[in-house]
C-alpha cells in the first residue's frame, strides 16, 4: 500500500472568513480528506502580521476553528489545530527567514497590498517576513500538496524557491509542495469593488458576504452588488463585465455546474435583477448547514478545545522530527537530555 500524500493549508483569524475564503480554500480542504493525509491549521501568527486587538482575535480563532469543521472537515481524518499551538512553525520560520533573499520578500503582491494600506512607518517586520513563516508552515509538514486560492500563488512559489535552496545547500530534507488552485473560485473578486480581490480584512459593508451573514444580510449584499448597464448574462473577461462575472463565478463554484449550465440556467433571466436573487438564494441554501453547525459549535468550547488539542499533538509528532532534522543540518547543536 503507497502512503498517503500530505496536504497542509489554513486561514488566518484576521476577520469573519468569506466566501471567498471557503470558495478558494476550505470546500477544496473538505474535498480532498478522504484521500490525503490532511493538516489543517488556523494560523493565527499570520494574522498578527497587521494589527489586531488580542479579545477578537482569541475570539476569531475559535470562530475559525469552528467553520473548519462546521463547512464539513472532520477532525476524525484531519488534523486541525492552531498554528501558535505548535512552536515549530516559529523555529522553522526563524531558520527559514535567515536563507530568504530580502529582494524576494520585496518582491511579494501581497506584502506591497498590504503595506500601502499603512502608515510607512507602522509596517512590522511580520509582514515582510510573511512567505517565509508560511514556507515554514508547509515545509515542516512535508506537504505534497496545498490548496489555497489564487492569491497564494506567489507564496507557494516562494516556497518552493526556499526549499530548494535548502535541499541544495542541505541535502534532499523538503518536499517540493504544489499549489492547488481551484478551477472555479480561486479569485472571488469584491462585491463592491469586482475588480479588487474580495477580502475578509475590507471594511466596506457591501465588499464581502461572510459565510455567518444572515439571509437578509446575504440578499442585500448581493442585490447592492456592482454589475454593468448592460442585460447580457454571460462569463466574460472584458473589464465592464467584470461584476456580472463575479457573480456567474459564485453561481458556478457553489453549484458545481459546468460555466454553459450556468449561463443556460440564467438565459431566460429578465435581467440582471434574477441573476443577483438566483446567487443569493443559492449562497443562502449552502450555507445554512454550516451556519447551523458553527453556531452549534461556538456553544460547545469543550469539544472545540479537544479537537485543537488532538490537532495540535498530531502536529506536533510531524512537525518536531522535520525540525530536529533541520536543526541537525545546519549545525546547532543539540541540546543534552536533563537526568
Ligand atoms: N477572494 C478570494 N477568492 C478565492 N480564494 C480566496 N482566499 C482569500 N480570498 C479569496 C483564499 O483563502 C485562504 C485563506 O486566506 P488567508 O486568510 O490566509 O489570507 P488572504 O489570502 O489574505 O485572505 P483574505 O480573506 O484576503 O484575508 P485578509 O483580508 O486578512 O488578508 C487562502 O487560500 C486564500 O487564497
Keep these: 500500500m503507497t502512503a498517503k500524500k500530505r496536504v497542509l493549508s489554513g486561514i488566518q483569524p484576521s476577520g469573519s472568513l468569506t466566501i471567498g475564503n471557503y470558495l478558494g480554500a476550505l470546500k477544496q480542504w473538505v474535498a480532498r480528506q478522504d484521500r490525503y493525509d490532511c493538516f489543517f491549521c488556523v494560523v493565527d501568527m499570520h494574522a498578527i502580521t497587521v494589527p489586531q486587538n488580542a479579545d477578537d482575535l482569541r475570539h476569531k480563532t475559535r470562530e475559525v476553528a469552528a467553520i473548519y469543521l462546521a463547512a464539513g472537515l472532520n477532525p476524525d481524518k484531519a488534523a486541525i489545530f492552531v498554528q501558535s499551538h505548535v512552536a515549530a512553525h516559529a523555529e522553522l520560520a526563524w531558520i527559514l527567514t535567515c536563507m530568504t533573499p530580502i529582494g524576494w520578500l520585496q518582491r511579494m503582491t501581497q506584502f506591497k497590498d498590504k503595506s500601502a494600506k499603512q502608515q510607512q512607518d507602522s509596517i512590522g517586520t511580520g509582514l515582510l517576513n510573511y512567505p517565509s513563516l508560511m514556507a515554514a508552515d508547509i515545509l515542516l509538514y512535508q506537504a505534497h500538496e496545498v490548496p489555497v486560492g489564487d492569491d497564494q500563488r506567489q507564496h507557494l512559489e516562494l516556497t518552493r524557491d526556499l526549499a530548494q535552496r535548502f535541499n541544495h545547500l542541505y541535502g534532499e530534507t523538503f518536499v517540493l509542495p504544489e499549489a492547488m488552485i481551484p478551477e472555479a473560485g480561486a ?8 475588480t479588487a480581490k474580495m477580502s475578509k480584512s475590507d471594511e466596506s459593508e457591501y465588499h464581502a458576504v461572510y459565510l455567518l451573514d444572515t ?12 454589475t454593468d448597464s448592460g442585460r447580457d448574462i454571460r462569463f466574460s473577461d472584458e473589464p465592464e463585465k467584470a461584476g456580472v462575472n463575479n457573480l456567474l463565478t459564485i453561481y458556478q463554484a457553489f453549484s458545481g455546474q ?23 438564494e443559492l449562497i443562502i441554501e449552502h450555507l445554512r448547514p454550516l451556519q447551523e453547525t458553527h453556531h452549534r459549535l461556538m456553544h460547545e468550547p469543550g469539544y472545540l478545545d479537544r479537537i485543537l488539542a488532538d490537532g495540535a499533538a498530531r502536529a506536533h509528532a510531524v512537525a518536531d522530527a522535520t525540525l530536529a532534522r533541520v536543526k541537525t543540518s545546519i549545525g546547532f547543536l543539540p541540546p543534552l537530555a536533563s537526568s
Design 187 to 194: 479569485r472571488i473578486m469584491g462585491l463592491d469593488n469586482p
Design 215 to 226: 439571509p437578509d444580510v446575504i440578499r442585500k449584499k448581493v442585490m447592492k452588488s456592482v
Design 258 to 280: 459546468s460555466r454553459e449550465a450556468v449561463e443556460a440556467h440564467f438565459a431566460s433571466a429578465r435581467g440582471y435583477g434574477d441573476l443577483k436573487k438566483g446567487v443569493a
